[in-house]
């Protein structure tokens, strides 16, 4: 039995699941399609409209139908009465007046054409010796007295100088008949006497069934007519805009030339003809910032390398002087320390856009071999320890004990973390840097962490922008260039992995360095999230997974 239960509840899953499945598809297509909307749209108000208008013409034809039968009937009672009137002349209780009512019934019956058919159509006649007083086991009748429903009864008697009509339903040899019933007192009778004639009401029935069929097909064919329409007009709109649609997304992708076919001089032709020209100038300014790139790239590279000879002849000179500034007076030495200075930086300044223009131009290629990450981290800390001394800042290693090998080029890595150290110290006010290294099964992650001033909201997208800083007016201990996150960016998905930023004003930053294990093979998830784990204290870092040491470089 429970095993039974179990296969019933298993089925009411499945059912539920694939009607969820269902539902979700459709809702799908729901949302997607524009020419199921309109059709469904069109399809409901126009079987709205049909049934109203059905109901309205089935209730008119129906009523007019009932009203001339009442009319026919009521007239061809009244006949009867006065017929009977003439029969029923001189009842009196002390004769058998049921064969006098019987023998009124035969001539009512007789005398209409057809043996009971008259104006009105088919009835059946029944004379009642009746008052409210007696009851019904006691009412001396003639004809089929009992499908007499006791509400007509009722009324009839209570208004005795008034013909009645009423509707009524009865069980006749086990079938629903449906009658009109007139009804009217007989008043030249003593005792009182009543005529009810019955006019069944099955070929008004069958009129209004064919009526209503008639409606039922006419408006499903009304109904398939509009479906058809309806497609073939929303197509005819909805085909046009999926065409633009398709082109646009083509241009999306690249595909400059991407032109819409204008046919004909209507609405959706204008259409085309005006994205046709969108599309011709957004190729032609795209065309334009090409060039204009391209040109700016060249001139960048020209300048770069045009500079380099007299720099290095200025760099000799400076140096000269720079030894012998023992021999200056003091203004004139501490000038000749500026100039090495600044020296310095304009070298720097041009080799970066050397390496910019050269990523730019595609013409790197990664020289990748196995190496271990922890001892190219080791190396970017000794190069920024000097920088880090003079920030007051302390570095922290956070790094595994085992070793973390993947397939890199060690020199653009070692400058990734270069850069992104400097800048951590650079903006965090003193306090300490934290570079922390995890190894997953696909991939390497290596976070740098600051607590200074942070990123305010949208920065983080614009970090990584050559020349853009957070706040020119602060004091920089680097001295940098503008392009150092630019490169990184740029060397990191020469690697095939990402750099990514996070901030928040006065919680610091953090950038997250991912890199694929081996090349050409995809990653997942990096191994350390973004926004930092470490909203919590770096003294949790022992509760990681891996083991892990740490290093404080003051």
């Not at 008034?162 to 008043?187: F, N």
């Not at 209503?212 to 398939?224: D, F, K, P, W, Y």
């Not at 290095?312 to 000269?320: F, K, P």
Request: glycine share 8%.
């Amino acid at each position: 039995m429970t095993g039974f239960l179990r296969r019933v509840v298993g089925a009411l899953r499945g059912l539920l699941a694939a009607g969820r499945h269902r539902t979700g598809a459709f809702s799908e297509l729901w949302r997607s399609s524009l020419q199921l909307r309109v059709a469904v749209s069109t399809l409901a108000l126009g079987s709205a409209v049909t049934f109203v208008l059905g109901m309205v013409v089935q209730n008119q034809i129906t009523e007019r139908l009932l009203g001339t039968k009442e009319s026919a009937a009521i007239a061809q009672t009244r006949a009867a009465v006065q017929l009977a009137e003439t029969e029923l002349v001189g009842i009196s209780n002390s004769y058998r007046i049921e064969d006098r009512l019987s023998s009124a019934i035969n001539k009512l019956t007789s005398s209409s054409p057809g043996a009971g058919a008259g104006s009105a159509g088919a009835f059946e006649p029944v004379l009642v010796n009746d008052d409210a007083r007696r009851s019904r086991e006691d009412v001396e009748a003639a004809g089929p007295y009992d499908k007499v429903p006791q509400s007509l009864r009722d009324f009839v008697l209570s208004t005795p100088n008034r013909t009645v009509s009423q509707i009524y339903t009865v069980d006749r040899g086990g079938e629903r008949i449906t009658y009109l019933m007139v009804g009217a007192p007989v008043t030249t009778t003593n005792p009182a006497v009543q005529l009810y004639m019955l006019y069944p009401l099955s070929a008004e029935q069958r009129t209004v069934d064919v009526v209503q069929s008639t409606i039922l097909v006419g408006g499903l064919v009304l109904l398939l007519l509009l479906a058809g329409i309806t497609n073939l007009v929303t197509r005819q709109v909805v085909l046009p805009v999926r065409r633009a649609a398709r082109a646009a997304a083509r241009f999306a992708d690249g595909e400059l030339d991407e032109r819409m076919v204008v046919a004909g001089e209507d609405d959706v032709a204008q259409l085309a003809q005006s994205y046709n020209e969108m599309a011709e100038s957004i190729a032609n300014q795209i065309r334009q910032l090409e060039d204009f790139g391209q040109l700016q790239r060249r001139f960048t590279s020209d300048v770069s390398h045009e500079l380099r000879t007299p720099l290095t002849t200025v760099r000799m000179a400076a140096d000269v002087l720079h030894a012998s500034r023992a021999q200056f007076p003091a203004g004139l030495a501490r000038s000749t320390e500026l100039l090495v200075d600044e020296l310095d930086r304009f070298e720097s300044l041009l080799g970066d856009l050397l390496e910019i223009s050269r990523l730019d131009a595609g013409v790197e290629d990664l020289v990748a071999e196995y190496a271990d990450l922890r001892a190219i981290a080791r190396r970017a800390v000794e190069s920024v320890r000097v920088i880090a001394r003079n920030a007051g800042s302390e570095i922290i290693l956070d790094l595994p004990e085992d070793e973390v090998t993947a397939e890199v080029e060690s020199r653009r890595i070692e400058r990734i973390l270069r850069n992104l150290l400097a800048n951590a110290i650079d903006h965090g006010e003193g306090r300490p840097v934290e570079l922390r290294m995890v190894m997953g099964p696909e991939a390497v992650a290596v976070t740098v962490r600051d607590h200074g001033v942070g990123l305010r909201t949208g920065e983080a997208d614009l970090v990584f922008n050559r020349f853009w800083r957070a706040d020119p007016s602060r004091n920089r201990h680097t001295g940098g260039t503008g392009l150092g996150l630019a490169i990184s960016l740029e060397d990191a998905r020469l690697h095939g992995g990402g750099l990514d930023a996070w901030g928040e004003p006065g919680d610091g930053a953090c950038f997250r360095l991912t890199l694929p294990r081996e090349q050409g093979i995809e990653y997942g998830e990096s191994p350390l999230p973004l926004p930092p784990a470490d909203v919590r204290p770096i003294t949790q870092v022992a509760q990681l997974p891996l083991s892990v040491t740490e290093e404080v470089y003051p």
